[in-house]
């Protein structure tokens, strides 16, 4: 098993999750509701992002072969998707749309369930996590079981770990308040961005761009 690989994959995924900046989205999305019935959303929303992230890291790779793109396009496409996400972090883009996609769901009537949209789908396994996940899967060795289960097992803490900040939603966002969190999501861009060059790196490696 490649530790190092596997830390890289926990540091990808939660960087493009950002539970932290998810956390004050949950308490939007979720005032006046009581503490168990939260805790259903957070469970259900989790539970069902999880499930899509892993249909995507198990036949992602699949289904591109199948359609004709190779794993080195892929990467440098995936890896131009996230560095995007990451200059919308940086410039706080990135929180204003989840903050539009928020209000939009709390528009819709109150018997409405926001676990799915916007919590699950595209909060937690959006374009970003999607694609991460499919890279990660596709970036370990194909008889590498251990590394493969391992990035599975990274993207099961990463959610949650979601999942703890969604119940810890209101405490956090008192103590980091509006600024904290944005000085955590504006250096979690940062490591996005290097990150997403990587991933651009080693497409063009992949695709033979390098000797």
Not at 76 to 103: D, Y
Not at 181 to 194: E, H, P, S
Request: charged share 15%; net charge negative; with cysteine.
């Amino acid at each position: 098993m490649d530790v190092t690989f596997l830390i890289s994959a926990f540091v990808t995924l939660f960087v493009v999750i950002d539970p932290v900046g998810l956390a004050p989205l949950f308490v939007a999305l979720t005032a006046g509701e009581s503490a168990a019935q939260r805790r259903a959303y957070a469970i259900r929303a989790c539970l069902i992002a999880a499930a899509l992230l892993t249909a995507f890291g198990v036949a992602g790779e699949s289904l591109l072969g199948t359609i004709g793109i190779s794993m080195g396009a892929f990467r440098i496409a995936g890896g131009i998707l996230l560095f995007l996400t990451a200059l919308e972090m940086l410039f706080e883009r990135r929180t204003k749309r989840r903050e539009n996609q928020a209000e939009g769901a709390e528009a819709s009537t109150s018997e409405d369930d926001p676990s799915v949209f916007p919590l699950a789908i595209p909060l937690i396994a959006g374009p970003g996590s999607i694609a991460s996940i499919i890279l990660l899967t596709g970036s370990a060795e194909a008889s590498d079981t251990a590394t493969h289960l391992g990035v599975y097992g990274v993207m099961f803490a990463v959610i949650a770990l979601v999942f703890l900040l969604f119940l810890a939603a209101p405490l956090i966002e008192r103590a980091l308040g509006r600024t904290g969190i944005t000085v955590i999501t504006r250096l979690l861009g940062m490591l996005l961005a290097a990150l997403s060059v990587q991933f651009v790196l080693d497409g063009l490696r992949d695709a033979g761009a390098f000797a």
